[in-house]
T-cell receptor
Framework: DSGVTQTPKHLITATGQRVTLRCSPR?????VYWYQQSLDQGLQFLIQ???????AKGNILERFSAQQFPDLHSELNLSSLELGDSALYFC?????????????FGQGTRLTVV | DAKTTQPNSMESNEEEPVHLPCNHS???????IHWYRQLPSQGPEYVIH???SNVNNRMASLAIAEDRKSSTLILHRATLRDAAVYYC?????????????FGKGTRLSVIA
């Protein structure tokens, strides 16, 4: 158990809908990262937050948005869903934003768009 | 961004040591070398990280070349559970635009 909690574990929704994925970081971790992994694909970095502020952005679609709240949990919002958005979404957390500390990953949310 | 080069795949026999190489010739003097792995159907898992000196933990050892242009992840005794994709990643030390970006990694197969 990494200490990073992602909910829900599974989500099935229709095209055009909007969903929210939630991530609770490990206690004391200030940085949160979001990733997308499509079937048999690599881990695509989406976005990183540190203590409530956006710190780095990857290939995140405009239909996707995220935020980190004062209690440090984070949410990834996916809207106007398409079939191609079906993927595993992982969240990770670390104490700091840089490389001095390691990151720990949740078990992911499997999103299926039908 | 400093890049890493890893073999696409490697194979090992169970209970034998495994040396997973990573080249990072453009590493900066302050980049940390991180290793993560992803087992099938699971989230990535932190393995080890270091800066200049060799590092050991319960999972593995990290050997860093003196010039820091390469490193090797050592699994001392491979088990079937070690079959995974292993990622070598360079990260600057401080906060700022320092995303944790994964490349293609090395797919390790362990043969019983």
């Amino acid at each position: 158990d990494s200490g990073v909690t992602q909910t829900p574990k599974h989500l099935i929704t229709a095209t055009g809908q909007r969903v929210t994925l939630r991530c609770s970081p490990r206690s004391g971790d200030l940085s949160v990262y979001w990733y997308q992994q499509s079937l048999d694909q690599g881990l695509q970095f989406l976005i990183q937050y540190y203590n409530g502020e956006e710190r780095a952005k990857g290939n995140i679609l405009e239909r996707f948005s995220a935020q980190q709240f004062p209690d440090l949990h984070s949410e990834l919002n996916l809207s106007s869903l398409e079939l191609g958005d079906s993927a595993l979404y992982f969240c990770a957390s670390s104490v700091r934003a840089g490389g001095r500390t390691e990151a720990f990953f949740g078990q992911g949310t499997r999103l299926t768009v039908v | 961004d400093a890049k890493t080069t890893q073999p696409n795949s490697m194979e090992s026999n169970e209970e034998e040591p495994v040396h997973l190489p990573c080249n990072h010739s453009t590493i900066s003097g302050t980049d940390y070398i991180h290793w993560y792995r992803q087992l099938p159907s699971q989230g990535p898992e932190y393995v080890i990280h270091g800066l200049t000196s060799n590092v050991n933990n319960r999972m593995a050892s990290l050997a860093i070349a003196e010039d820091r242009k390469s490193s090797t992840l050592i699994l001392h005794r491979a088990t079937l559970r070690d079959a995974a994709v292993y990622y070598c990643i360079l990260r600057p030390p401080y906060s700022g635009n320092t995303p944790l970006v994964f490349g293609k990694g090395t797919r390790l197969s362990v043969i019983a």
